[in-house]
C-alpha cells in the first residue's frame, strides 16, 4: 500500500472513532458540527478526491456554521492542504501542528495485567476523563453522544483502584486500523505505567481481533505523550494536520 493510501485510510478510521453527532457533506468536504469544544468535530475537513476550489468552500461553509453561531475552523492534513496559503490570506490563525503515528504489532509482548475492557465506558470511567480534562457538564454530554454514535467494535480499557479509575482509553478497529482515543492518567496515579499499560491492552485485542496496525494523533510538542507512544511502537510519523481558524 502506497504512503497516500495508507494515510487516507487512516483518515477515514479516525472519523469514525471519533464521529461528529451532525455533518454535511459539501464540494468534496465534510462540515462536522457537534457542538462542544473539540475543533476535531466542530470543523472542515477534506475528503480524499475532488474537492471544491477555496472560493466556494470557504464562503459557504462559513455561512452554515454561522447560522449555527459557530465558528469556522478548517482542519488541514498535510496532504489536502492546498487552500491553507489562501486561508492564511484571508487571516485565518494557524493552531494546533498535530502528528499522527501508527505501529505495528511487532513491539508487542505479553499482555498487561489488571486492565478491564469494556464495550462501553461506565461512569467511573466518564468521571475520570471529564476531570482530566476539566470539562464542563454539557461538553461531557456531547462527547457521550459521540461515544454512542460509534459504530465499528470498540473497547473501553482502564485499571482501577477501590473503584476509581486510575488511567483510561479506547480502542475502535475500522479497515483493520485500530484507533486509539481518550488516552489519559488521573494525577495522583502517573509514572506508574498505567496509561502504557491501556494502550497496550487495547493493541492486544485489537491484534487479536485481526487488525494489522495501531494509529493515533497526538498534539506534535506534548512530549511526554509522544514518549509513552513510542515506546509502545509509534514510531512511524505518518502525516500532520493544523487548523485554521476564522478571524
Same mark, same amino acid.
Given at each position: 500500500m502506497s504512503d497516500i493510501d495508507l494515510k487516507w485510510r487512516?483518515?477515514?478510521a479516525c472519523h469514525n472513532a471519533w464521529p461528529a453527532t451532525r455533518q454535511v457533506l459539501l464540494?468534496?468536504?465534510v462540515l462536522r458540527m457537534s457542538g462542544g469544544h473539540t475543533k476535531r468535530t466542530n470543523s472542515v475537513n477534506p475528503l480524499r478526491w475532488e474537492r @471544491?476550489? &477555496?472560493?466556494r468552500i470557504i464562503p459557504e461553509a462559513g455561512a452554515l456554521y454561522a447560522s449555527l453561531g459557530r465558528k469556522l475552523f478548517f482542519r488541514l492534513p498535510d496532504m489536502a492542504a492546498e487552500?491553507?496559503? @489562501? *486561508?492564511? &490570506?484571508l487571516g485565518y490563525a494557524f493552531v494546533d501542528d498535530v502528528t499522527t503515528l501508527v505501529a505495528d504489532f511487532s513491539a508487542l509482548r505479553g499482555g498487561p495485567e489488571g486492565?478491564? *475492557?469494556a464495550s462501553a465506558p461506565d461512569a467511573a470511567w466518564l468521571a475520570t476523563f471529564q476531570a482530566g480534562g476539566n470539562h464542563s457538564e454539557a461538553n461531557l454530554a456531547i462527547y457521550r453522544r459521540m *461515544?454512542?454514535?460509534i459504530v465499528p467494535p470498540r473497547r473501553f480499557a482502564s485499571i482501577r483502584q477501590d473503584g476509581q479509575v486510575c488511567a483510561h482509553a479506547y480502542g475502535v478497529i475500522h479497515d483493520g486500523l *485500530?484507533?486509539?482515543e481518550s488516552v489519559g492518567t488521573a494525577p495522583q496515579f502517573r509514572q506508574k505505567g498505567f496509561g502504557r499499560a491501556v494502550v497496550s491492552s487495547l493493541m492486544h485485542w485489537a491484534r487479536h481481533e485481526g487488525a494489522e496496525a495501531a494509529c493515533l494523533q497526538v498534539v506534535t510538542d506534548n512530549l511526554p505523550a509522544r514518549a509513552l507512544y513510542e515506546r509502545l511502537g509509534f514510531t512511524r510519523d505518518l502525516y500532520h494536520y493544523h487548523y485554521r481558524i476564522a478571524p
Open positions: 487512516v483518515e477515514e464540494h468534496g468536504w @471544491r476550489e &477555496a472560493d487552500i491553507d496559503s @489562501r *486561508l492564511e &490570506a486492565v478491564e *475492557l *461515544l454512542e454514535t *485500530l484507533v486509539l
